[in-house]
């Protein structure tokens, strides 16, 4: 009885983690670049598990019309809504979840977007503080590889490559 | 017995080994999904560009939005006369704006008849994916023809309000798929002054129109307008006919660039389904081009005052 509570207490999780995504090329003059403040996440402190869901739709563009195309040209986001990261944090067992502090760790899973998944290993933190953690990651992902096609059109301003960065603040639940 | 209790140890063994990571994510999952909000999921792009061709779309700029139009129509593409209509062009230029995701207003200029025009556009209902199957539009404009008073024989004044003229629109769309969407425009125009007491001053028609896409960035469109009453209204004295277009929607980065052959010269809605004196039949069609230019005014609220990145 004890052993699962303790189990079940460890336990983190949110929806309202953030993702910034920039995509934006070198000699671009305006910036490719969007923000989801509707990331959902949990974290099981006792086996390193963790999981990531974003819905395609809630990512925010300054520019509307970006955010139209990049939902219907680039990620299609009524065929595929959403995008997944289900991993584990290969050295949880180096994070003191009851010790107030950051500590890197290293992820590794299998990261779905636009119906294609592959496997990635990002380094990140994790800063314990009382009954909350943060995770903080940044990492890039090769649009090609996950079927995002940049036509030659707008090649001088998306780049072929993504920087994505991450900021999730969880509770223990 | 030795043996299965070898078996029973070494089965549990991996069970213990292989389960526990796929059974806790399993679970970790379940308890990210329960209590997840419930989104409705709203059917967004049902056409490219706040126009069908001449007509108004269902689809609205967004909140802080400001959209710079240049529609330009040459002239009869067969009057060789004209250089196939190149020298005889007609325009209109526009600024519309999102007040709200749901409200648009806009004002514009056109060359035809000096006319100056605005119109307020509110979106009703949004279709979605599961639940309601359309979206709802109304669009209400008003325009003023700018041309100079006739001097009337009797010395009468000419009264202002023989410039105006009013529209009300309901948009009634669909998509329906990834390709196809289809838009109902029940339409009154009201027409302060007519060429004569023969006609009512009230045209009432329907519009139906279309967007087929072909590749992720071009769609081909097709409207028609038919007067269901008031179609034998002259203008100018001449015979008038139902509004035909067929274009091509393609988008560029920026902007959507919409390419058309129509048989109206006129912009506006009281122009084109009432007062169009072209007809397909003898090929007075006329080409044309809008150029649509969107300006984000108002920042999503992402992106005011925070740095979009951080450390």
């Not at chain 1, 496997?119 to 590889?145: E, Q």
């Not at chain 1, 998306?158 to 639940?173: G, P, R």
């Not at chain 2, 960035?217 to 067929?246: H, P, V, W």
């Not at chain 2, 090929?283 to 005011?304: D, Q, Y």
Request: proline letters at 3%; charged letters at 20%; glycine letters at 6%.
């Amino acid at each position: 009885m004890l052993g699962s509570t303790a189990l079940f207490a460890q336990k983190y999780m949110t929806r309202t983690g953030k993702i910034i995504f920039d995509a934006t090329s070198k000699k671009s003059p305006e910036k490719i670049e969007a923000i989801n403040n509707e990331v959902a996440n949990i974290l099981d402190a006792q086996s390193g598990d963790i999981i990531f869901q974003v819905l395609i739709k809630s990512f925010k563009f300054e520019k509307e019309l970006m955010q139209e195309h990049f939902n219907e040209n680039y990620m299609e986001s009524d065929k595929y809504p959403k995008a997944e990261f289900k991993g584990n944090i290969t050295n949880h067992a180096d994070v003191n979840f009851s010790k107030d502090g950051t500590y890197n760790v290293n992820v590794t899973g299998k990261l779905t977007i636009h119906n294609v998944t592959n496997d990635v290993t990002v380094p990140g933190t994790i800063t314990v503080k009382g009954n909350t953690i943060m995770a903080k990651t940044r990492f890039s992902v090769v649009l090609k590889d996950y079927k995002i096609e940049i036509p030659s059109l707008v090649a001088d301003k998306v780049s072929t490559t993504t920087t994505i960065t991450l900021e999730s603040n969880l509770t223990q639940k | 017995m030795l043996f299965m209790r070898k078996f029973f140890l070494l089965s549990t063994l991996s069970l213990s080994l292989a389960i526990p990571s796929f059974a806790q994510m399993d679970s970790l999952m379940n308890m990210l999904d329960k209590g997840a909000p419930a989104k409705k999921d709203d059917v967004s792009a049902t056409f490219k560009a706040t126009r069908i061709i001449n007509g108004s779309s269902v689809e609205n700029l967004g909140f802080g939005v400001l959209d710079f139009r240049i529609d330009h129509r040459f002239g009869d593409i067969n009057d060789s006369k004209n250089f196939f209509g190149i020298d005889d062009a007609e325009t209109k230029l526009a600024l519309d704006y999102g007040i709200t995701k749901w409200l648009m207003v806009g004002i514009g200029h056109s060359v035809f008849n000096k006319e100056d025009d605005g119109f307020l556009k509110v979106k009703i209902l949004k279709q979605e994916k599961t639940g309601m199957p359309i979206t709802l539009s109304y669009n209400g404009a008003i325009s003023i023809q700018t041309t100079p008073a006739p001097t009337l024989p009797s010395g009468d004044t000419w009264e202002f309000s023989n410039r105006l003229y009013y529209t009300n629109q309901l948009l009634i769309a669909r998509k329906f798929n990834d390709w196809l969407s289809l838009q109902l425009t029940p339409t009154i125009v009201h027409y302060n002054l007519v060429d004569s007491t023969k006609f009512s001053n009230n045209t009432i028609a329907i519009g139906i129109g279309g967007r087929i896409k072909v590749s992720k960035r071009i769609a081909i469109t097709g409207e028609y307008f038919y007067r269901l009453t008031n179609a034998d209204m002259l203008y100018s004295g001449q015979k008038t006919y139902n509004c035909l277009s067929i274009g091509v929607d393609i988008e560029t980065g920026g902007h959507v660039f919409q390419l058309m052959l129509s048989n109206s010269q006129g912009l506006t809605e009281r122009t084109f389904i009432g007062q169009t004196t072209d007809s397909w039949s003898t090929g007075a069609i006329h080409l044309g081009f809008n150029i649509s230019r969107v300006f984000t005014v108002v920042k999503p609220k992402e992106f005011r005052n925070t740095p979009t990145s951080w450390e």
